[in-house]
């Protein structure tokens, strides 16, 4: 990427480098629902709180779904194909982990919605800060280990060709329409 003094986003011709700026964008998304829980017991449901638990129901239902999408049908079957026999069963342990992980975070995530969408409607529902913090550590956790270890993987395994095909077929995952 090339560098810049303002940020810029990489584009789906840099998909790893697309793939850690999702995690940050998570990371946001996570931070505004740290904000909306310490945020309600001062303010109630009010327009400013309905429209950050909108934002945050948005994220997740769309980016994260597609984001997920992106490792499990092209990322990780194109790192098995081409990790050698020697780092296979390292790879396949994390793989299964982070897969396992994914749903125990859409479970996470379907009990979290069912609180936004109660605030969406301006019902009062309990969002403690302890039930957001821990939601919250959940995806840190799991983004911290992608970066640490699954993303070095995929810089070592993965060449030019692979690179594209990853972007293209990401490119193609946004492009169409949503279910």
């Known amino acids: 990427m090339t560098k810049s003094l303002i940020p810029v986003s ?3 011709d840099e998909p ?4 850690t700026a999702c995690h940050e964008r998570l990371h ?3 931070e505004t629902l740290r904000r909306l829980s310490r945020w309600l017991p001062e303010h109630g449901v009010d ?7 909108a934002s ?3 994220y997740f239902d769309h980016a994260a779904v597609n984001h997920h999408m992106d490792e499990e049908q092209d990322l990780f079957p194109l790192l098995l194909r081409k990790v050698s026999a020697d780092r296979r069963y390292a790879l396949v342990a994390l793989i299964d982990w982070i897969k396992e992980d994914h749903q125990r975070m859409f479970a996470a995530w379907a009990d979290m919605k069912t609180r936004l969408e109660a605030l969406v409607a301006g019902e009062a529902f309990e969002l403690s800060n302890d039930v957001v913090d821990a939601f919250c550590e959940r995806y840190v956790m799991h983004t911290d280990r992608e970066e640490s270890e699954l993303l070095p993987h995929a810089q070592a395994l993965l060449d030019e060709e692979d690179l594209a095909a990853l972007g293209q077929t990401m490119t193609a995952r946004r492009r169409q329409p949503a279910a």
């Open 28 to 30: 946001a998304q996570l």
């Open 56 to 58: 945050v129901i948005r």
């Open 47 to 53: 327009e400013p709180a309905r429209r950050a638990a």
């Open 10 to 12: 990489p584009g789906f």
């Open 16 to 19: 790893l480098e697309m793939l």
